[in-house]
């Protein structure tokens, strides 16, 4: 129990916040409360999956680094337009070892900056363990920063670490698609990385699902949106899908060669 918890929820709320609770930070973008907002920073200070073995195990980091890579899939199709999202990390080994600017990097975002982590610069913060016993006590900060991402449509590595393909290889990105779609349709691009670098992801993300929710925040992200620039950007991914294909395409077919 957090002894002050109470205290704290009757003083966020008296300063105007808007409080959510038992909120997945890897689907977030779908509650129901955050699916039609945008916001100008997304901070989460110090990710952690829970307690489930050491921290040192390949099986927690593995679990730290889904954690982070599903907020990170989600926090940018939040954002407004040049906007961030901050991230307080432990620097030293083992949390190093969840590379966390290349799980960034695998959902279109980029780090621009990356300074020490400084407590007063979130007044009130105190940061706890969490869970267990001990929840309400501290846990060592040691050497940490903060790591401050924004949206790139570029910041994506689609072949990543493909079998046979060097994994500096990028599918080319057209000059002629616009931020919004590059934006809107983030996360089907994210899926079809996944889907390309794991061989046993479950393929359940429509056509149809994609159009909707794409709809659903082009119409949200700003007054006087109409369907005739939605179909616009349609077609933007439609070229944009069929000169990735065809690239794709020749780096497979040479890389068999």
Known sequence: MYKKAKSNLEALEKLGAHLLFGVDATKMKLHTDLKMRKFDRIIYNFPHAGFHGKEESRIMINMHRDLVHGFFRNASGMLRGNCEIHVNHKTKAPFSDWNIEELASQNSLVLFECVAFRREDYPGYNNKRGAGSRCDKPFPLGACSTFKFRFSPTGT?????????????????????????????????????????????????TVLEVVRLGFERYMAEGPGRTLTGYINIMQELQLLSRSRSAFLRRILLGSDQ
């Open 157 to 205: 590595n689609i072949l990543g670490n493909m079998n046979g393909i060097s994994k500096h290889t990028r599918l080319p990105l057209t000059n002629t698609v616009s931020i919004d779609c590059s934006r809107i349709f983030v996360g089907y691009c994210n899926h079809a990385v996944e889907t390309l670098r794991r061989s046993d992801y479950n393929v359940g993300y």
